[in-house]
């Protein structure tokens, strides 16, 4: 398998590049505005332990919304279940920053890969401690899963996002009249705008998913069953209102974030991380979508037979 | 895993018949109002072509949104991915009868498996054709995928709800006012409740699934290519609102149907027919999902490691 | 007063025709679509008694949702304030055919000059006697209102609208499904297609509405308190998500209809009817809001001061 | 009218306190929390220059929502009709701190009386100047209105709010992500609740509206056709989702707020300040909606008849 891989993922980075359309960079994080779309890497950590790359993948990225990923697995580790009743486990069919149903379901949001979800995971995190420790949380997770502490929070990405990030503010108020955020707003924000300017390269990001794809070898730092689960929610949640048209195509769980970002998870097979930064209309990185079906298709990996 | 599943199956088959709370009939269709809640059957067919089954395998039922399933194979095989034109591929995040979607993104259902999505199925099934044929067709894809002819529509259950489905009335109706059916409301209404009142077994129901599950000696169909994707659509819309926590409770494809059925898929391995006519909040069958997360607890069957 | 207005209505009525955009006429109706947009007809009946027109104010037309005000004064004659169990008062803020709040809202219109609410109207008119009986105690009510028994329904309009009708028969099934209709959805909508098909000349229209403007020497066919309610409607529900603008910039209570036609009260001054078939896109006269703003202006006529 | 009227408030005064259901004070400002629900006052200014009161009519309370009619006349004054770029006319069918409509219609609010169409009131008033010269002018406004200077601010009550008005900052960095806000969201909000937390008597509050009815002798300030538009859009949009009722009811334009008050309009007629702190469901005052309505059936006063 490897060995295909090696043959596959040149290829593969050429006929992306061959692409005539990259998308367009988030231009809400005037930070990510800058970064140049046409560019792409991609890692891909076998079972056997091996990490086989292509393009870009030692180039640092903003891992942004994968980081929900993460969190989420942080506070299933903490608290467990009990999450549950502060947020869902269903699509929600909406944008990522969609404020509409937070109205109609009273504060309760649908899961924790949309913002309004990400922001109770992050405010759970906080609770009971400061946000340089919910934040430390965070990167000693990354650290012990990538079995690499070279992990580091972009603080003008994070600042970026603070100055314009009006949009979490709304949510993150929206939450807090329905008592559904403990923590003031502004230390939520702040630890979730800065959990979100998280640089990872792709090889990092492929080794960070181990665990979750359940390689041998991975860090345990999940039990299967939780392993299971996130990538139930990955499934169905990992790609806002493109979540379902993402397992169409694709066939596997995956996080993505709008950074480019996409953690991509093989059961049982492989932990992929792919980064291209120009998205396509549902903030989903556009080549890495693509790169991820082509990916999937050649190697027979879908988890639906 | 025959043996296993022989030992297991009458065990769960008690453990559910201990249960206190069956749920509710769906009391909507006044001929399925009757029907006793307090019923369980499982069949499970194996990928060495063996069958196990417990509790009241070999009683028909009214499959009812299960069709959806089958009227989607047979649209796909006619016309394959055209329907996408006509019907998106996102979980819709509403009610099964939900009309609100419909007026924001102007009667393009968000999937097939939603009644407005499945009439749109239908009304692709019925054109070129009569309502006699489109239903024969359905009937000859499920003889073909159970290999038993003996498979017939519940005439009472068909005229029950067209006299008072004035829901999927509204939704026909208001699909036509977009130009979204081809055919006359009528038609298509007929056809569509026609379709829902089939009744399989859950043995059956087992068997017409082997095909989608890929496995060995299972009547081809479909490509492997088509029977992944209805696989993925099964697990991010095959629940309605209730599709995200199915995944992260169950852990695999399946589709319900208010005749209290669920065909579960675990991909490779098997093909399950569950059936208990006792409803959840959400219109699946209470005591089935209960049924379908023990079974895939129990044989360590989850698409997701 | 009649001096004055006949002095302006002639102007008003060669300013209207020097309009370069009359909008267009409504589509959806077959029979309505082939009506000629360049049009315009006023009639004003004043207090003391008097008529002054201009333009096509003997044509006739189809009064389509202006027939809501009269359908409505016949139930609130008789059975009053019991309507409201059935129907709101509040501005929908939605197009005249929305359905999505009535999912929502569970079968409950918002007011009765929507569509929904107008098939509630519609029904409990119905309710014990024949659609026949129900039409002739809507022209019942048009002929003493106006003096005049030479009214009619144009059975072309009323049976193009039953074949394309598809959205008004999506919403009597959806009120149906709630239980918000006691009469067959057939009767229904048959009855309210034929009750829109009605048509008026604007002298008519103008003698219909005297009184609920409540003009001395007006037939004394509803109270006052009946009266200044309907007036209250008008105004708030009137012309559908264009009620605010049409407030704002009018000042009157008013009901337009999708034949182009307005029905405008000035309290205890004049009654007023237009008629110009092109729509703006609130689904309002484009020609007939402009002529009630002028109209409106050059007398003084304002209920706001 | 004022002999009439002399007669009646007392009376009117005892109806009131003998009503056994008060409803409740506003519990998300604690300030306002605190208030005890039992108390009325009324004062009618009249066309002959007289004032009748009832009640605690020389009590100050918080005015809060009524105070977007004197930032909205501001507005009007300075910059005119170009403020409806930024705020629309219709009625919004939903709670004053409703925020699904302004992501279903890109950040611009359907009127300027529900909240996020007030903070951009606001906004508008502070671009170009400080907080304290916007509230220097709106109480320059009102002392202008009522001829008197003692009008203030309490303090505690915009503190209050300010640490718990969680729905308006979220309102406010929701329009401020659309671009629909020019100021600093701090600085916006803290002039919002500044101008919320202005106090008046219910003479006061009658005094200042006299202007707005267009009374023989009130003070200039704002033209005729300014004067009908705002009490157009009080009645269309003065009490929320509520204000359809309270057409229906009352027959006045009228504005509320969630300190109880209610500023009443009979254009040409009279300036009604009312005051009662209990709510009703949609938050407007539940004894004050009472008293306008028994007011206006006693002397006659409807816009509509």
């Known amino acids: 398998m490897a060995t295909e891989l090696a043959d596959f993922l040149p290829q593969l980075d050429r006929d ?34 091996s990490m086989v790359t292509a393009g870009d993948a030692q180039k640092r990225f903003s891992i942004q919304s994968v980081s929900k990923v993460f969190s989420l697995a942080c506070v299933l580790g903490r608290i467990g279940e009990q999450i549950w009743t502060r947020v869902g486990r269903e699509p929600s069919g909406s944008r990522f920053d969609s404020i ?12 924790p890969f949309i913002n309004a979800g990400a922001l109770v995971t992050t405010d759970e995190l906080l609770t009971g401690r400061s946000p340089r420790d919910a934040l430390s949380e965070i990167l000693g997770f990354l650290a012990a899963a990538t079995g690499d502490a070279d992990i ?10 603070a100055e314009t990030g009006f949009r979490n503010a709304a949510l993150a108020n929206y939450l807090k009249s329905f ?10 924000l702040g630890t979730y705008f800065h959990q979100c300017a ?21 860090p345990r730092l999940l039990t299967p069953q939780k392993a299971r689960r996130l990538n139930a929610l990955m499934m169905t949640c990992g790609h806002y209102d493109g979540s379902g048209d993402f397992a169409f195509r694709v066939g596997l769980p995956g996080k993505s974030g709008v950074g480019g970002g996409i953690l991509l998870i093989a059961p ?12 396509n209309a549902y903030g989903n990185s556009q080549a ?10 050649k ?4 988890v639906f037979g």
Chains 1, 2, 3, 4 share one sequence.
Not at 179 to 188: A, E, I, Q, S, T
């Open 152 to 161: 580091h929070i972009d603080k003008f990405v994070a600042q970026s996002e």
């Open 268 to 279: 049982g097979l492989a932990s992929i991380g792919i980064w291209s930064p120009g998205l």
């Open 198 to 218: 998280i640089e990872l390269t792709c090889e990092q990001l492929a080794r960070a998913g181990r665990s979750i794809a359940g390689l041998p070898g991975a």
């Open 100 to 111: 509409l149903l937070l109205e109609l379901e009273k504060g309760r949001p649908r899961n």
């Open 16 to 49: 992306i590049r061959a692409m005539a359309d990259w998308g367009k960079v988030a231009d809400y994080i005037p930070e990510l505005a800058r970064v140049d779309p046409a560019q792409f890497g991609i890692a891909v950590a076998l079972a056997d332990g």
């Open 299 to 302: 190697m027979g990996w879908s």
């Open 288 to 297: 890495g979508t693509v790169a991820a079906e082509k990916l999937a298709r």
């Open 179 to 188: 008592g559904n955020l403990k923590n003031p707003v502004d230390y939520v």
